[in-house]
């Protein structure tokens, strides 16, 4: 079975400082790994995926096999990037749904 | 940009009583998908569609559950006779295609909040 494990439900960090969201994962095979991030009275919308190797609004997340992670990163927290992160992992052979963790709220202050 | 509507955004109901959910996906996209979030809990895969078919659905999808696409645009999640503990948040997604290319990306609407008293 798969499985996403967030181990923070909170995470308050000052302005300027680096932020890391932690992700672990657990599956069998070789999974897509995703972080959706919710806005406060907005959508789930995709910040960024494995696949893409980019780099969004600041954040990277790089996914290492060998310690099944898939952490989020931002060198320089600024107040706007207080939300809800969800990670989420989509399994490469059939595809289609998306497995969540319980999601990590990120409060950046001054 | 276009988006995924649903509606109504809050819908309160009484235990044992039909619910029917409404979404609009974005209307170049084949695949359709609900999930839900328990307060306080995780965002939890329902059933996904795709040519008119159910292409995969979780425990949760037991038989009190349906959806369909009735017409051309909207996608329906009907809950039959609604219990205390379906009371959550539903979220409708869809995307182009159910690959692993940027474009096959799931888009999520801004979610429906089912109260049942």
């Known amino acids: 079975a798969q499985r996403v494990t967030q181990p923070e439900k909170l995470l308050s960090v000052f302005k300027g400082a680096p932020v890391e969201l932690k992700c672990n994962y657990s599956?069998?095979?070789?999974?897509?790994l995703f972080w959706y991030v919710q806005y406060s009275r907005q959508r789930l919308q995709l910040l960024l995926r494995h696949i893409s190797r980019e780099s969004i609004k600041g954040f990277t997340a790089d996914l290492n096999k060998g310690e099944t992670s898939f952490h989020l990163k931002k060198p320089f927290a600024q107040e706007e990037d207080s939300a809800m992160y969800y990670c989420a992992l989509q399994n490469t052979g059939t595809a289609s749904k998306l497995t969540f963790g319980t999601g990590t709220r990120l409060q950046v202050t001054l | 940009e276009p988006e995924v509507t649903q509606t109504p955004s809050h819908q309160v109901t009484q235990m044992g009583q039909e619910v029917i959910l409404r979404c609009v996906p974005i209307s170049n996209h084949l695949y359709f998908y609900w999930y839900r979030q328990i307060l306080g809990q995780k965002v939890e895969f329902l059933v996904s569609?795709?040519?008119?078919?159910?292409?995969?659905k979780s425990e949760i999808f037991d038989d009190q559950f349906s959806v369909e696409r009735p017409d051309g645009s909207n996608f329906t999640l009907k809950i039959r006779s609604t219990k205390l503990e379906d009371s959550a948040m539903y979220f409708c997604?869809?995307?182009?295609?159910?690959?692993?290319?940027?474009?096959?990306?799931?888009?999520f609407g801004p979610g429906t909040r089912l109260t049942v008293l």
């Open positions: 569609f795709y040519n008119n078919e159910i292409s995969e």
């Open positions: 599956y069998s095979g070789s999974p897509e």
């Open positions: 997604a869809s995307s182009v295609g159910a690959g692993l290319s940027l474009a096959d990306t799931q888009y």
